[in-house]
């Protein structure tokens, strides 16, 4: 498997968003750091040295890697809240919008999947506090998908019994990306984003002409939008592994409590 780059990764827009060089360095070192080794089994000397750095650097910016970990998620959640936000309020039908919200959270689970990794399952490392945090920006994402299904129920667009269970089921199979993703393989993000907007069209029940017309529709917002490196944005704020804790029943994916935004 090639060298991953930043740019593969879109990690560079995170290092970016603290406005601060040696701040950034750091942030992408524990990226790597904690989605190879898991939050637990690493330690700030092998974040400082991933980032060329002594250890005593990393306390100027970070008071613990737990701050460094809270960094990254709440970056990674308010992303693709903001994704997931524009899917919604965007033109379009009920179908059409659903397409554009799967296709955008899968996209950005393959495309960012290094970071994905952290920002999905090491949610249980954080303090009380920050995982409060990180759970209303989760109950955010999984708010705005039901609206879409059930947006479609309404319409006759889609058949679903159950709402709530079905955007979770959505949710996690978009999110299960960042875990097997390899860019090295076959499907770019934009193929894997196109084939999970039909799939999920075919979970709420849409008619066959409904999928086609909504997946275009999903191409074309993709296309306009670009592929590869996402903006720049400010970031606010200073997976699974077997150390989970008490909290590991919330990590996999996306609870009634919310989807994990990435």
Do not use: N
């Not at 904690?34 to 060329?52: K, L, P, S």
């Not at 919604?88 to 899968?106: I, K, N």
């Not at 393959?110 to 249980?124: D, G, K, M, P, S």
């Amino acid at each position: 498997m090639p060298a991953r780059t930043p740019r593969q990764d879109g990690t560079d827009s995170l290092a970016a968003s603290v406005g601060h060089e040696t701040a950034g360095r750091l942030l992408l070192a524990a990226v790597e750091s904690f989605a190879e080794r898991g939050f637990h089994a690493t330690t700030t000397r092998d974040i400082a040295g991933r980032a060329g750095m002594s250890p005593a650097a990393l306390y100027i910016h970070y008071r613990t890697k737990e701050e460094l970990l809270h960094q990254i998620s709440v970056y990674g959640h308010e992303r693709v809240a903001r994704l997931l936000g524009d899917a919604a309020a965007g033109p379009g039908t009920a179908a059409e919008r659903l397409a554009v919200a799967v296709s955008a959270f899968a996209r950005w689970h393959a495309e960012h999947h290094t970071r994905a990794r952290v920002v999905q399952y090491e949610l249980a490392a954080l303090g009380e506090e920050h995982y409060a945090e990180i759970q209303r920006l989760r109950r955010r994402t999984a708010e705005l998908v039901r609206g879409i299904i059930a947006d479609g129920v309404a319409s006759g667009e889609f058949r679903v019994a159950d709402v709530r269970g079905t955007a979770r089921a959505l949710l996690s199979l978009c999110i299960d990306v960042a875990r097997w993703y390899d860019p090295a393989g076959s499907d770019t993000p934009r193929e894997l984003a196109l084939l999970y907007a039909g799939l999920a069209l075919r979970m709420v029940g849409a008619e066959a002409d409904t999928i086609t017309r909504a997946v275009d529709r999903a191409a074309g917002v993709m296309d306009a939008s670009g592929e590869g490196e996402e903006p720049t944005a400010p970031c606010a704020g200073t997976g699974d592994t077997a150390s989970a804790g008490a909290r590991s029943s919330a990590r996999p994916g996306h609870e009634d409590t919310g989807p994990a935004g990435g």
